[in-house]
């Protein structure tokens, strides 16, 4: 008869890491979920005005496609550690995939608008499963000598899907309908699956831990608080009691998930991590970068159409040339730290990063679609060389059985930094904007933006002095 010990995992087969076209597939598939899921979600900002006219809604109601999406990526990516202690790697794929399909499904054939909020809730499921996931299997099974590259692989879907989606979701959008959207992902998604179905392989025991049910509802509810307080924030100001009451409601609710997790036999998140202030550090670069590439996906399309008073399809092609020049540098800027280190390509690419903001800046005056694209060009290459191997590099410090946990806490605070880089931004511009005229409107919009860069330029020093730090305490 088998013992408890025995009942309580689930042994593999002895792993090897080696780098194949299994590891590849696996990668690909899951990545191919993640990118669809964060490309919906900034596409449909730009059918919003669609969306209003034809379900008979105002603004403050159409929002809730992102705020509930964002809700419901925050309540499940803190997760994605129990997950993969708990189940088998291929399952969660197939689950994230069946959430995901489920949800596109319902969006495709949404008739109203609440039917088409559920839908964008079980897409924040599936992408909430799946955008963790896809770092796990490469942290667990690509073979050391080439993880850099790999990560670079493997990032390219949080560099590339912000800003692909606004112009690629306005082009289906403007053509064949907001459904359009939806439709086009099917057959990507069909192919995914069988992807990885075919070739996600096990690679770390399961073992049969309960779920921290208490730990989870204090952090899902702390980061609920966060996203209605920054929105509430940008549209009735940070200082009203509204928006202090859900700030001061994050912080209590985020010290009894704190307290909770320190005592908890099978915490939900194992916070040792936080003891490796060089893995703390490299998250905090990660996510300040993610709070401007946010940021920056509102504001340049923004200030293209209302102060330069460009079309739709012109202001939205501003980020394409940089989403390019990101795809191809993703790979080869994991290939340039697996063979120079860390130190030289991660600050070459916080260094780009930063003078491409101030950049937006200085000639946020007047700045054509030409200039703005070059510019972000400069940004995207040093993004692409920064965020994928500034997470090799803090992952690295973590020892092996809590890589998933830095892993869920990275993602996390991605997530809801682009959510507070995109809402402060916009609550900027909107502050310059309140009791303009129409024919003062470009002008209000350009000192907005303005104010806005400068902020995002202020941020976008931290990338650079963390990961100095960083680097230069690295054993």
Not at 21 to 42: P, Q
Not at 102 to 131: D, H, K, N, W
Not at 267 to 287: D, Q, Y
Request: glycine share 10%.
């Amino acid at each position: 008869m088998q013992n408890k010990s025995q009942l309580s995992t689930e042994k593999p087969a002895p792993f090897e890491r080696v780098l194949d076209a299994r590891l590849v597939l696996s990668v690909v598939a899951a990545g191919i979920m993640s990118f669809s899921g964060v490309c919906v979600e900034t596409a449909m900002n730009v059918t919003f005005p669609t969306l209003m006219s034809e379900f008979g809604i105002g603004t403050s109601t159409v929002q809730w496609l992102t705020t509930a999406y964002l809700l419901v990526l925050a309540a499940i990516v803190p997760t994605s550690s129990y997950l993969n202690r708990r189940f088998r790697t291929k399952h969660v794929f197939i689950a994230a995939m069946v959430f995901y399909i489920a949800g596109i499904v319902c969006g495709f054939s949404a008739q109203s608008f609440p039917m088409l909020i559920v839908g964008r809730v079980l897409e924040g499921m599936g992408t909430g499963i799946a955008l963790p996931l896809m770092f796990n299997i490469i942290t667990e099974q690509a073979p050391q000598s080439c993880m850099g590259t790999m990560m670079g692989i493997g990032t390219l879907v949080t560099a590339m899907a912000p800003a692909i989606g606004p112009s690629v979701g306005g082009w289906l959008a403007e053509n064949f309908g907001w459904r359009s959207i939806f439709a086009a992902l099917l057959p990507v998604l069909a192919v995914a699956l069988v992807l990885g179905v075919g070739s996600i392989r096990q690679s770390h025991e399961v073992s049969r831990e309960k779920f921290d049910v208490p730990g989870w509802a204090a952090i899902a509810a702390s980061f609920a608080c966060l996203v209605f307080a920054v929105d509430l924030g940008s549209g009735f100001g940070w200082v009203s009691p509204a928006t202090l009451g859900l700030f001061a409601a994050f912080a209590l609710l985020l010290a009894l998930f704190v307290a909770r997790e320190r005592r908890a036999a099978e915490p939900l998140i194992h916070l040792s991590i936080f003891g490796e202030r060089r893995f703390v550090m490299g998250a905090v670069a990660i996510v300040c970068l993610q709070f401007v590439v946010l940021g920056l996906s509102f504001l340049l399309p923004n200030y293209s159409q209302l102060v330069m008073g460009t079309g739709a399809t012109e202001a939205g092609s501003i980020l394409l040339p940089g989403c390019v020049v990101g795809a191809v540098m993703a790979p080869l800027s994991g290939q340039i730290l697996d063979r120079m280190g860390p130190r030289r390509p991660i600050l070459a690419g916080a260094a780009c990063a930063f003078v491409g903001t101030v950049l937006f800046a200085v000639l946020s005056q007047n700045l054509p679609t030409l200039p703005a694209i070059c510019i972000y060009i400069v940004f995207a290459f040093g993004q692409s060389l920064m965020v994928g191997n500034s997470m090799t590099t803090s992952l690295g410090f973590l020892p092996a059985q809590t890589k998933a946990d830095g892993n869920a806490v990275i993602n996390t605070l991605q997530q809801l930094a682009g959510a507070i880089g995109t809402s402060v931004s916009s609550a900027i511009v909107n502050a310059a904007q309140v009791g303009v005229a129409a024919d003062g409107l470009a002008a209000a919009t350009m000192s907005g933006s303005r104010a806005a860069y400068v902020l995002l330029a202020v941020v976008a020093v931290v990338p650079f002095a963390a990961m100095s730090w960083v680097t230069a305490n690295r054993k």
